[in-house]
C-alpha cells in the first residue's frame, strides 16, 4: 500500500491505495455521494482505499471532490508506471437498471479525457457537475487517456455511478499482469 497527502488551504487529503487489493476501503471525504461512488469503484477495480479528506465543503463540495481526484490520481500513476508486464487498455460498458456508461481506456502516461455524460442538476445535495471535475482531476493526474460516454440513462445517480464503475473495470482489465506483453508499446517505453 502506498500512501500520499496533500494539504492546501482547502482540504487536507491522505490517500492510501493498494492497485492490486480485493475491493476493500474505508472512504471518508465530507462528502456521501463521493464517498458511495468512490467505494463503488474500489469494489470494482479491485484497488484497496484508504481515504480521508477533510475540505471546506461549507462552501460547497468543489475543492474536495477536485482534490481527491487530484491525490487518488497520482497514486495510481505512482502505482503503475512504467507499465510493464500489464495489458494497458482496459474498456468496459456498465449498466445499472437503464443506464449504461462506456469507458475505454490507456494507460498511456499522456492524459486524456473524453467526458461525454450530459448532466445537469443534482443527486441529493451533490452537483453533478462535479462529476466531471473529479474525473478530469484523476485522468490528467494519473496520466491515463479515458473516454467515459454515457450511451443511455435517465437516472441521474444511475449514469454517475455507471460512470465510476465503468471506470473501475476498466482499470481493472488495463492493469491485469500479463507477462507475455512486456512493455506494451512499440516505443518500448509508457
Known amino acids: 500500500m502506498i500512501t500520499k497527502s496533500r494539504k492546501t488551504k482547502e482540504t487536507d487529503i491522505t490517500i492510501s491505495l493498494l492497485l492490486s487489493g480485493t475491493g476493500v476501503s474505508k472512504i471518508d471525504t465530507g462528502v456521501g455521494f463521493l464517498d458511495h ?4 469503484f474500489s469494489k470494482h477495480s479491485l484497488i484497496d482505499l484508504d481515504i480521508v479528506c477533510k475540505g471546506d465543503t461549507y462552501i460547497d463540495d468543489h475543492h474536495s471532490v477536485e482534490d481527491v481526484g487530484i491525490v487518488l490520481g497520482s497514486l495510481l500513476a505512482q502505482s503503475i508506471y512504467p507499465v510493464n508486464g500489464m495489458e494497458r487498455f482496459g474498456s468496459a460498458n456498465i449498466v445499472m437498471d437503464e443506464a ?3 469507458c475505454d481506456l490507456d494507460l498511456s502516461n499522456r492524459p486524456y479525457l473524453v467526458y461525454e455524460v450530459n448532466l445537469s442538476g443534482k443527486v441529493g445535495a451533490f452537483d453533478t457537475e462535479l462529476v466531471e471535475e473529479f474525473f478530469k482531476a484523476f485522468v490528467l493526474n494519473a496520466k491515463i487517456s479515458a473516454h467515459i460516454v ?8 444511475h449514469i454517475i455511478e455507471a460512470a465510476f464503475k465503468s471506470l473501475a473495470v476498466a482499470i481493472r482489465r488495463a492493469t491485469q499482469k500479463n507477462d507475455r506483453v512486456g512493455i506494451p508499446s512499440t516505443k518500448d517505453v509508457l
Open 37 to 40: 461512488m468512490l467505494e463503488s
Open 100 to 102: 449504461c456508461v462506456s
Open 150 to 157: 454515457a450511451l443511455r440513462g435517465k437516472n441521474k445517480h
